[in-house]
């Protein structure tokens, strides 16, 4: 698997658009295998011999499938990962706090595009979050816009390290 560059986004919109899609895709994923492992269902062992009307059924179909999804989603998950890992480095700096979004426009801006890209939040989620109102949607758009504007002029290099001046 290649890393996620950075460079590979014609802007910081873009970047955080394929992060919560990921984000998303994660949790999906997630999800799915939780279910799968409930339809598994715990069996308590048995030694006495079971009998079966109409054959035998395969009771390990359920894990073998549950087994073989996990094998065909791990290389996406792994991808998916690096691209959030990614993200938190922008927001967050390489050493949580002492860089990104974070270190040049304050927590309000990098927690705003946390919760809504990173975590896949809808906005009165985010509002919540964030302290705002459910009707404040547009400031935290616009809360947003602005981190994005201060990647797209100081560059992701700068910006993961925390250095220029944002505000």
Known sequence: MREPRLEDYSNARDFFEA????????ERTRLTLLRMEAR???RAQTYAERVSV???RDRMAHTDSRIDYEQRMAERL???????DL???VLYGSESGKGGVDALMGSAVADCI??????ARPWPEVAALLGYSRWSVNSLRDLCQRGFDAIDSL???RVVDGVGDAT
Request: hydrophobic letters at 35%; charged letters at 35%.
């Open 114 to 119: 946390s919760f809504r890209y990173v975590d």
């Open 155 to 157: 560059g992701w290099e």
């Open 40 to 42: 598994e269902g715990a």
């Open 54 to 56: 109409g054959g035998e």
């Open 19 to 26: 992060v919560r899609e990921a984000s998303r895709e994660a």
């Open 87 to 89: 993200a938190c480095r």
């Open 78 to 84: 792994e991808a998916d990962y690096a691209l959030i």
